[in-house]
C-alpha cells in the first residue's frame, strides 16, 4: 500500500478575517528520503495552534519570522517521534517538538536549524511537551519575571488569561505572591481563573466595561500588566496604571485577524508621567535559561500550583477549523490537534 503524506498548505493570502479558504489540503505519495549527516525523519503526530500564525500567513516583512510561501505548508510548533535518524542526539523512536510544517513526515536538521529542535523527556506525552512544558508556558514564565518583574504584593493584570500563555503568566505572578487580574472573554473562562487558577478576580472584556472594573479591582493601580491582545484592553489597563508600571507586551492578538497593524498607547505622556515601561519581548532571548525554567514549573507542577488547560481535538483534517477558533476564542485552553 502506498504511504501518503498528508499536508496543509497555504492557499492564498487572508484578507482580513482568514476563513478555511486560505488553505488547501493535498496528500501526495511519500517514500522515506535519504537523510544527510545530522538530519532525523519525524513523523508528526501532535499539533500546536498558535496565533502568531496568523502572521506568518502575511506577505513577507510582516513578521520577524519569514512567511509561509504561497503553495508551501503551514509552519507551526508541533511534536512528533523520530522513525529514522542520523543525528546520535535523537535516536529512533525518541519524541521531538520544534517548529514544523503542517504535514505527516518531516525532516530537521536539529544542529543547524534557527529555532530550537526540543528531545522531549522519556516518559513525557508529547501533550504535555506541547502543553505545560511547551514554548507558551517559557514564554509566560520569562515575559511576566524577567520583563514585567513583578514584586510579591503587587498587583499584576493578564490578558489573554485563560489561555495558554496568559493562564501560565498569572499563575507565575500568583505563585510569587502577587494579587492577580485575569482578563478574559466570557463567564465561563472569567469563573474558571478564579476557582481553577486561583486568581484574586477576573474580568469579563465581552460583557463589561474593562476600565470601570480596573477602577474598582486596583484603587491603588495596576504595577505589572503583561498583555496578550492589546488594542482596547491595553488602552483600558493604560487608563489604571500605577507610577512605575511594567507592561510586558507578549502578543497583540486583537489585531492579528486584520489587515491593520496593532495600536500603540492613545497618550504617550501617560508614560512621562507615570514612568511607565512598555517592553516587547520574544521568548527565544531567553531559551539558555529555558532548562532552570523548567524545572520550576515542573516543581510547582507537582505541588499542584500550576493548572493548565489543553483542548484537544483529533483529526488531521480539523487543523485549520481549530487554528481559526483562536481568533473567536473558541479555543478552551492550549489548542492541541492530534493527526
Ligand atoms: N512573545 C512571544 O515569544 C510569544 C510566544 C507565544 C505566544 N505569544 C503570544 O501570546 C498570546 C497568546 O497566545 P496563545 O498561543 O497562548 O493563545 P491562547 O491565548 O491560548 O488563545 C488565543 C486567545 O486569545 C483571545 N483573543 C483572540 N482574539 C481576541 C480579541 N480580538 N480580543 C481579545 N482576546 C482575543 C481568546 O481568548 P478569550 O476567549 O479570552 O477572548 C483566545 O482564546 C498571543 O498574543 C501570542 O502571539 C507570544
Known amino acids: 500500500?502506498?504511504?501518503?503524506?498528508?499536508?496543509?498548505?497555504?492557499?492564498?493570502?487572508?484578507?482580513?478575517?482568514?476563513?478555511?479558504?486560505?488553505?488547501?489540503?493535498?496528500?501526495?505519495?511519500?517514500?522515506?528520503?535519504?537523510?544527510?549527516?545530522?538530519?532525523v525523519l519525524v513523523r508528526t503526530r501532535v499539533f500546536s495552534c498558535a496565533p502568531t500564525m496568523r502572521n506568518w500567513m502575511n506577505e513577507p516583512g510582516r513578521s520577524y519570522r519569514a512567511s509561509i510561501g504561497l503553495g508551501e505548508p503551514i509552519i507551526g510548533v508541533a511534536a512528533g517521534v523520530v522513525i529514522a535518524s542520523r543525528n546520535p542526539r535523537f535516536p529512533v523512536g525518541c519524541g521531538v517538538s520544534a517548529v514544523m510544517r503542517w504535514e505527516d513526515y518531516t525532516v530537521l536538521s536539529p544542529d543547524t536549524t534557527a529555532t530550537p529542535v526540543l528531545r522531549v523527556p522519556d516518559g513525557m506525552a508529547l501533550e504535555d511537551a506541547l502543553g505545560v512544558f511547551g514554548l507558551n508556558s517559557l514564554t509566560a514564565y520569562f515575559g511576566m519575571l524577567r520583563v514585567g518583574e513583578?514584586?510579591?504584593?503587587?498587583?499584576?493584570?493578564?490578558?489573554?488569561?485563560?489561555?495558554?500563555?496568559?493562564?501560565?503568566?498569572?499563575?507565575?505572578?500568583?505563585?510569587?505572591?502577587?494579587?492577580?487580574?485575569?482578563?478574559?472573554?466570557?463567564?465561563?473562562?472569567?469563573?474558571?481563573?478564579?476557582?481553577?487558577?486561583?486568581?484574586?478576580?477576573?474580568?469579563?472584556?465581552?460583557?463589561?466595561?474593562?476600565?470601570?472594573?480596573?477602577?474598582?479591582?486596583?484603587?491603588?493601580?495596576?504595577?505589572?500588566?503583561?498583555?496578550?491582545?492589546?488594542?482596547?484592553?491595553?488602552?483600558?489597563?493604560?487608563?489604571?496604571?500605577?507610577?512605575?508600571?511594567?507592561?510586558?507586551?507578549?502578543?497583540?492578538?486583537?489585531?492579528?485577524?486584520?489587515?491593520q497593524p496593532a495600536p500603540g498607547p492613545r497618550d504617550m505622556m501617560k508614560l512621562v508621567y507615570w514612568r511607565v515601561r512598555i517592553q516587547g519581548f520574544v521568548m527565544g532571548d531567553y531559551a539558555h535559561d529555558a532548562p532552570a525554567a523548567l524545572e520550576q514549573l515542573r516543581t510547582w507542577r507537582d505541588e499542584g500550583r500550576l493548572a493548565y488547560r489543553i483542548d484537544l481535538r483529533e483529526g488531521f483534517d480539523q487543523l485549520p477549523g481549530a487554528f481559526l477558533d483562536l481568533f473567536t476564542g473558541g479555543n478552551d485552553g492550549a489548542l492541541l490537534v492530534r493527526g
Open 150 to 259: 513583578p514584586k510579591p504584593g503587587e498587583t499584576v493584570v493578564v490578558s489573554g488569561a485563560a489561555g495558554s500563555t496568559g493562564s501560565v503568566a498569572a499563575q507565575v505572578a500568583r505563585n510569587i505572591g502577587c494579587r492577580v487580574i485575569g482578563i478574559a472573554g466570557g463567564a465561563t473562562k472569567c469563573a474558571r481563573l478564579v476557582e481553577d487558577l486561583g486568581l484574586d478576580a477576573a474580568i469579563d472584556y465581552k460583557s463589561e466595561d474593562v476600565s470601570a472594573r480596573l477602577k474598582e479591582l486596583c484603587p491603588d493601580g495596576v504595577n505589572v500588566f503583561y498583555d496578550n491582545v492589546g488594542g482596547d484592553i491595553l488602552h483600558a489597563v493604560m487608563d489604571n496604571v500605577a507610577v512605575h508600571a511594567r507592561i510586558a507586551v507578549c502578543g497583540q492578538v486583537a489585531a492579528y485577524d486584520s489587515d
Open 1 to 39: 500500500m502506498t504511504t501518503l503524506n498528508r499536508r496543509w498548505l497555504l492557499a492564498r493570502r487572508p484578507r482580513g478575517r482568514a476563513t478555511v479558504d486560505d488553505f488547501r489540503y493535498d496528500e501526495q505519495p511519500f517514500t522515506p528520503p535519504d537523510l544527510a549527516d545530522g538530519q
